[in-house]
């Protein structure tokens, strides 16, 4: 079984700078994705970015980007210019392709953006 | 309108009530997924629905009743509830193509629901 771990307590990070949301993993699968939800105050789960198990570049979206390091199973969300409008819950997840696909959830991590 | 919408959006019930959560996706898609959100907890898969069918039910006990009368919509039908069922309830919908790797799943804004 897989398993999310997100550990960092909740952060506060000045507008316009960097953040870095920690995320490890367990699993003994080859193949398996890795995706990113934000959960603002309005509690819909909005996904952010994904990344294959087999992907040598790390993903990026806009002003996301996935810092993945296989060999240490961790795989962090790094959000660059920070805006009001990112103050949220960030979730890491996984799924192994071979099993049933479905998602395993970390508990969260809260970031407020200060202007 | 476009993606998942789920109805109500807050719900207080008495232990003794017989309500239900509604959820409707847009996106043709073709998986449904039921998830319980409580505090300090992480997400936690309830129900799938594949192509209409339950393919799934993670030990959820049986006052929570789901039905997918069609692609489209998914119900959670509640009857004799704890208060320890007080929880943001999550739906999800998904092309399910297992075995391909992301199967990027899209939320709906939640059911809040107070059991007293």
């Known amino acids: 079984a897989q398993k999310i771990t997100q550990t960092q307590p909740g952060m506060f990070v000045q507008e316009k700078e960097a953040v870095t949301l920690d995320c490890t993993y367990d699993?003994?699968?080859?193949?398996?994705?890795l995706f990113w939800y934000k959960q603002p105050s309005s509690g819909e789960m909005i996904f952010l970015i994904y990344?294959?198990?087999?992907?040598?570049q790390n993903a990026t979206e806009g002003r996301y980007s996935l810092n993945f390091q296989k060999a240490r199973k961790s795989a962090n969300l790094v959000i660059s210019a920070s805006q009001l409008g990112d103050s949220a819950m960030y979730f890491c997840?996984?799924?192994?392709?071979?099993?049933?696909?479905?998602?395993?959830f970390g508990k969260g991590n809260q970031v407020v953006v200060i202007p | 309108e476009t993606g998942v919408t789920q109805t109500p959006r807050h719900l207080v019930m008495g232990m003794t009530n017989k309500k239900s959560l509604k959820c409707e996706q847009h996106?043709?898609?073709?998986?449904m997924y039921w998830y319980k959100q409580s505090a300090k907890k992480p997400l936690e898969l309830m129900f799938v629905?594949?192509?209409?069918?339950?393919?799934e039910n993670n030990s959820v006990p049986s006052r929570f009743s789901p039905e997918c009368p069609n692609s489209s919509h998914l119900f959670l039908h509640l009857h004799t509830l704890q208060p320890e069922d007080s929880a943001l309830y999550l739906c999800?919908?998904?092309?399910?193509?297992?075995?391909?790797?992301?199967?990027?799943?899209?939320f709906g804004a939640g059911s809040r629901l107070t059991v007293l």
């Open positions: 999800a919908s998904s092309q399910d193509n297992s075995g391909s790797g992301a199967n990027v799943l899209t």
């Open positions: 699993t003994s699968d080859q193949s398996y994705g």
């Open positions: 990344q294959g198990s087999y992907d040598e």
């Open positions: 997840a996984m799924n192994d392709w071979r099993g049933n696909n479905r998602l395993a």
């Open positions: 996106l043709g898609h073709n998986a």
């Open positions: 629905y594949s192509l209409e069918e339950r393919v």
